[in-house]
């Protein structure tokens, strides 16, 4: 069993099915069934059960799996330090960061800190925060930027936090809320707290015009005058030109939404990984 096979079995866990994990690792089929084979064979006990639906770990399959995570980790740990270059932080860093924080000014601060630290590269993965803390959890990166309260028990800063808005092509009032057509996204990260204020705003249900997958197609049905939407400001550019306006909890408190910087304490050991902490950190003002 070598590296490639960590990540093999890494991605047909995650995956569940051999044809999405085929694609994904850019591996065909008949080749990644073969190296499967031979890890079970190493290992004298199937690690996955194959079903009509697709595959599941097997108990053994899961006690390997958490072994090779760990493999993963320490293996990044021991190439970037082996290679730090003429005393500068050289290797690969493995982050997560959300969505939204993505779309934002991220790819900017990705150039700079490129910039800073020419020997670094960067494996960049996006999603939902659901996702990036889920693949912090398990090892896959080690670096999360993640928005909301995360359950996160080792290294958490929180980068910056703004607020969350009423936004409309033209000026709204509050108080007419009900009758108009809202656009919701009910995967959004702040789905549940935007129930949670409307309930303690209003004592009758919001006219949902539209209910999306993504808040980017959202904020084009609201330039389109097509109804409006609750959405944290950082989604918001000034040349979009729509009506904003921050929103509050019944005792006055603003509606806010935060961003986080995770990562484990272990990571911070790796040159590669403290660089981009202490760069972000810097950065966004935190330190």
């Known amino acids: 069993m070598n590296s490639s096979d960590w990540e093999i079995l890494s991605v047909l866990a995650k995956e569940k099915n051999m044809t999405k994990a085929s694609e994904r690792l850019f591996i065909a089929q008949p080749s990644l069934s073969y190296r499967l084979r031979k890890v079970e064979e190493e290992f004298g006990a199937p690690l996955f059960y194959r079903m009509p639906g697709g595959i599941v770990l097997t108990p053994e399959g899961e006690t ?58 960067i494996h960049l993965r996006t999603s939902r925060s659901s996702g990036v803390d889920q693949a912090l959890q398990e090892g896959e990166i080690s670096v999360a930027v993640t928005r909301g309260e995360p359950v996160w028990q080792e290294e958490k800063y929180l980068l910056r936090q703004e607020p969350v808005c009423l936004a409309a092509k033209e000026p709204i009032r509050l108080r007419d809320l009900p009758n108009k057509p809202q656009i919701l996204i009910p995967y959004s990260g702040i789905h549940a707290q935007s129930i949670r204020w409307w309930h303690q705003h209003f004592s009758v249900r919001p006219h949902v015009g539209m209910e999306l997958d993504n808040m980017e197609t959202g904020i084009q049905m609201v330039l389109h005058n097509l109804g409006w939407m609750i959405l944290p400001s950082m989604m918001l ?34 040159p590669v990984a403290a660089a981009f902490v202490t760069f972000l950190l810097e950065r966004e003002g935190c330190k």
């Not at 021991?78 to 982050?95: A, D, F, H, S």
């Open 64 to 121: 390997v799996l958490r072994y090779t995570q760990k493999l993963q980790a320490l293996y990044i740990e021991l190439q970037n330090e082996l290679q730090n270059k003429n005393g500068q932080p050289y290797g690969t860093l493995r982050i997560g960061v959300s969505s939204v924080f993505a779309n934002s000014d991220f790819p900017q601060l990705l150039k700079d800190f490129g910039k800073a630290y020419p020997n670094i590269n």
């Open 237 to 270: 550019r000034p040349d979009m030109k729509l009506f904003q306006q921050p929103l509050y909890w019944s005792d006055g408190s603003a509606f806010i939404r935060k961003t986080w910087l995770c990562c484990r304490k272990e990571a911070l050991k790796s």
